[in-house]
C-alpha cells in the first residue's frame, strides 16, 4: 500500500468521558484533519469518550464517518447516529474484522484495554504478513510510553525481533500523523521466528 492508496483511517480510542481535556482536543484535531484532508473514518461507532469526538470533529469537517459496533454494545443507545454508515455485528470479533478489511491505515488515540486489543491485533497481523498497512500510535501527553518500554523488553529478551519496531509509528503530535501517512513506504517484515 502506497501513500496514495490511504483513504479510510480506522482510529481506535477510549469510550470515556472522564479522561482529561487534551486528550480530547488532540482527538478533535484529528478528526478535524481526517475531514479537511479528506480520509474517511471507521471507528467503534460510539457518541461518547474520544470515539464521539473523533467522530464529530470528522463530520464538522466535512469528512465520511462509518461506525461498526457489536449488537451488545449498541443496546447501550451509546451509538453516533449522524454517522454516514452505521453497522452493527453480532460480536466483536466480526466488529474488528469489518473495521480491519475497511481500513487503509489505523490510529490508535489513548485508550483502555479495548484499543490496546485492537491495535496489538492489526499489529500481530502485520508482523503475519496479512496486511502492510501503516499503524500510527498517536503519543499524546506520553500515554504509550510505558507500553514502550515494555515492548523494548519483549525484544530485548528474544520474545520477538527488534526489527518489528519497524511494524508501528509512535506520533508526537497530529502533524506527525499525517507527514508519517504521507511518506509512508512499508518496509519488509523479518521472518517471525528466531533461527
Not at 2 to 22: F, G, H, R
Not at 101 to 120: H, K, N, Q, V, Y
Request: hydrophobic share 40%; net charge negative; glycine share 8%.
Amino acid at each position: 500500500m502506497t501513500s496514495n492508496q490511504i483513504k479510510t483511517l480506522c482510529v481506535y480510542c477510549s469510550s470515556s468521558d472522564a479522561v482529561a481535556p487534551d486528550y480530547f482536543q488532540v482527538a478533535t484535531e484529528l478528526g478535524t484533519q481526517m475531514g479537511q484532508q479528506g480520509f474517511r473514518l471507521v471507528y467503534g461507532g460510539a457518541r461518547i469518550g474520544l470515539m464521539g469526538t473523533v467522530a464529530r470533529a470528522v463530520t464538522e469537517s466535512g469528512g465520511s464517518v462509518t461506525g461498526i459496533m457489536p449488537e451488545k454494545i449498541h443496546q447501550f443507545g451509546i451509538s453516533y447516529e449522524p454517522a454516514d454508515e452505521f453497522l452493527v455485528t453480532p460480536d466483536m470479533r466480526h466488529r474488528k474484522a469489518e473495521m480491519e478489511r475497511r481500513a487503509d491505515a489505523f490510529i490508535a488515540l489513548p485508550g483502555g484495554f479495548g484499543t490496546l486489543e485492537e491495535i496489538m491485533e492489526v499489529i500481530t497481523l502485520k508482523q503475519l504478513r496479512y496486511h502492510s498497512k501503516p499503524i500510527i500510535f498517536l503519543n499524546t501527553n506520553g500515554f504509550y510510553d510505558k507500553l514502550y518500554d515494555f515492548m523494548e523488553h519483549i525484544y530485548s529478551e528474544k520474545f520477538a525481533k527488534a526489527e518489528y519496531r519497524n511494524l508501528y509509528y509512535s506520533a508526537a503530535d497530529v502533524p506527525s500523523v499525517f507527514a508519517y501517512l504521507e511518506n509512508y513506504d512499508p518496509t519488509p517484515v523479518a521472518d517471525k521466528w528466531f533461527k
